[in-house]
């Protein structure tokens, strides 16, 4: 009797792998990265893809527990393809897959925690998902809890300071990328390009020249805004 519970136990704690449903091309799959790819071979789903013929057992295990320590990861690279999807559809079938992109990345944030490596990239992607879907307000509050658990990845900030942009709040997106602290503002070429940018767009020439300075002294690749402000006649 005792193994006959174990059994069962050991049934229910497989389901969540085996019970996510989700099929994909050939050519969504290749844009996924190595760490999508690795954790969909560990769901019932990517086993019955074809896409991992070759794997040995042991390497299936391996991906399950990869994807299984980062929240049920399948579930969010699902929800990445079905984000691209809605940029490719339109009318019922893009909020459709909006709504489906939010679920499932939904999924993967609710369940990894904080410490692991990929969990500010998810979060980043989840707040895309939710903008794009109209949730603005959920957006950037899970940009805004991001900001504060990881006060030093650049992205939080500029993804948030992006959407904010796009709603005419330049002001709060300036602001924003300000609150990076002072370590992250002297490494990071792209907080430094955007707020180069965002301080032009509110005529604060001065502070725009600054950060630009500071963008391309560390090697930002983009050459856009030192081009806008030759164009003012500002040049260095």
């Known amino acids: 009797m005792k193994r006959f519970f174990t ?15 989700f099929t994909l091309s050939e050519a969504e799959f290749n844009t996924w990265d190595q ?12 086993r019955s893809s074809g896409f991992y013929r070759y794997m040995s057992d042991q390497e299936r295990a391996d991906a399950g527990r990869f994807g299984e320590e980062a929240g049920g990861a399948w579930h969010y690279c699902a929800g990445v393809i079905y984000l691209q999807r809605g940029a490719s559809t339109v009318g019922q079938e893009r909020e459709g897959n ?15 925690k904080p410490a692991h490596a990929w969990y500010p990239d998810i979060h980043v992607n989840y707040a895309r998902a939710l903008y794009t879907n109209n949730q603005n307000d959920e957006a950037f509050a899970v940009l805004d809890r991001l900001i504060a658990s990881h006060p030093t990845n650049s992205l939080a900030y500029t993804a948030l300071a992006y959407y ?11 602001a924003t990328l300000q609150r990076a602290p002072d370590l992250l503002l002297n490494e990071s070429a792209e907080i430094n390009y955007f707020l180069g940018w965002y301080q032009m767009e509110a005529n604060n020439i001065e502070a725009a020249v600054e950060y630009a300075k500071r963008a391309y002294a560390l090697n930002y690749p983009v050459p856009t805004l030192r081009q806008r402000l030759a164009e003012k006649g500002l040049s260095w």
């Open 7 to 21: 059994a069962i136990i050991g049934l229910f704690v497989a389901i969540p792998a085996f019970a996510f449903n």
């Open 35 to 46: 760490r999508c790819k690795k954790a969909f071979a560990g769901s019932g789903a990517g």
């Open 98 to 112: 909006l709504k489906r992109a939010v679920a499932e990345m939904g999924f993967t944030v609710r369940k990894i």
């Open 164 to 174: 904010l942009k796009r709603e005419n709040q330049l002001e709060k997106a300036i």
